[in-house]
């Protein structure tokens, strides 16, 4: 494997510094930095996908032919990286990443044109409605039940989804419900796009631990979702399910921001009063754990070009994505514990008024990076849970990759 970058992407990692030394704005930057949660607030998310997208950026990882950019998957890379060590908000990956792929994978070419351009430009907003109540690590019990309308226009469906993030702030659900209980359960489920703005739809908030509303409980009694608008055939639901768990939890290289996180943390150790010569960052217990963060983030970077260079090939990435998801969601909870640990009492704020940013914003004790750093550690738990947990993740890998 060649880990080195041709002349070409070195051009392209330059065209990529200097758009966003140009786009990015102290604003955004600012807005993507005080965001405890993995998803940044609409309006920071909006604005910076609308300047993604008058550059022709928002579909970074799309097929050309729809809209996309049609990079390879080391230049995607290259673009993550830049993206991170910039401190650019992350885009929501519930349309980008998430839907759009199995629309292109599995939709048709009418529901390509329908929905593909929305999510690009982001005038329309998806939730993810996969988990229930009863059904979450063992999705496929679930038991959401979509009823074909007399007239075989649409389904009526009944049931309801939880933790479904954004679900608040989203024009349309991709929905995995029950269209035929007599089967073996895996085999009675499709996947179907509702509207969310209709009358079977009500949706509570959740609040979090963090404080944060991210999640909410929506509860669907008789929602209508148009055949036309069911994703693949009736049945296949479990299939295109699992295609869109690979791209969760590999769709994206993690180990970029988590690097420029620890970089932000050992220069605010540098600059924190205390420990020895008067800074922190000269002790070495605090050396030690920060170079144990880097040599992690460092290898997880190796795993996931390994990974890019076996996409770049053609391959998918299997339960390697599995991998990824799990080494980098404990590092993401390492970090963050850390960053409780560095600021002390300061660090112990927990404040909770929304957005940490712009006007409104409560006035931190001691710095706003002390302030970020509870709330950033309690929403940080949801890694280990969120696209499938740790111990799912291990159950993949023992099964897939060391055959147990
Ligand atoms: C912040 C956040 C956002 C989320 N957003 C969404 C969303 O947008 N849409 C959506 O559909 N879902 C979402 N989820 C839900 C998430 O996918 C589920 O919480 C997750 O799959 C776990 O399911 P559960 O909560 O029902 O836990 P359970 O499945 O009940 O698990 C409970 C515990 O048992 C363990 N366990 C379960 N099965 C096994 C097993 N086979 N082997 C070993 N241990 C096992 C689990 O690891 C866990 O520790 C979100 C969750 C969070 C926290």
Known sequence: MNMAFSDEELAFRDEVRAFLAAELSDHLREGARCTPSVFV???????????????????????????????????????????????????????????????????????????????????????????EPEAGSDLASLRTRAVLAEDGSCYHVTGSKIWTTHAHHADWMFCLARTNPDVKPQAGISFLLLPMHQPGISIRPIRTLAGDHEVNQVFLDGAKALV??????????????????????GGSCAAPRLLADIAALRAAAMAEPGGVNGAWGHSEAVQLRLARLELEAEALEVTELRILAE??????????????????????????????????????????????????????VGSRAA??????????????????????QKGIIAKSVLGL
């Open 311 to 364: 996409l770049k090939a053609g391959r998918r990435p299997g339960a390697q994505a599995s991998l990824v998801k799990l080494v980098s969601s404990v590092l993401r909870q390492k970090i963050d514990e850390f960053a409780v640990d560095l600021y002390g009492p300061l660090g112990l704020q927990a404040p909770s008024e929304r957005p940490l940013y712009g006007n409104s914003a409560p006035e931190p």
């Open 371 to 392: 302030q970020l750093a509870t709330p950033t550690y309690l929403n940080s738990r949801a890694w280990s849970i969120f696209g499938g947990t740790n111990e799912v």
């Open 228 to 249: 036309a608008h069911r994703i693949g055939a009736e049945g296949q639901g479990w299939e295109i399910a699992k295609y869109l768990l690979e791209n969760e939890r």
């Open 41 to 131: 607030e609409p309006d920071i998310g909006d604005e910076w996908q609308r300047i993604l997208h008058a550059r022709g950026w928002a579909g970074y990882n799309w097929p050309a032919e729809h809209g996309g950019t049609g990079w390879d998957p080391v230049k995607r890379y290259i673009f993550e990286k830049e993206c991170a060590l910039a401190g650019a908000p992350a885009l929501s990956v519930l349309g980008l990443k998430l839907v759009a792929p199995v629309i292109i994978a599995f939709g048709t070419p009418e529901q390509q044109q329908r929905f593909l351009p929305r999510i690009l430009d982001g005038s329309e907003k998806w939730c993810q409605g996969y988990s």
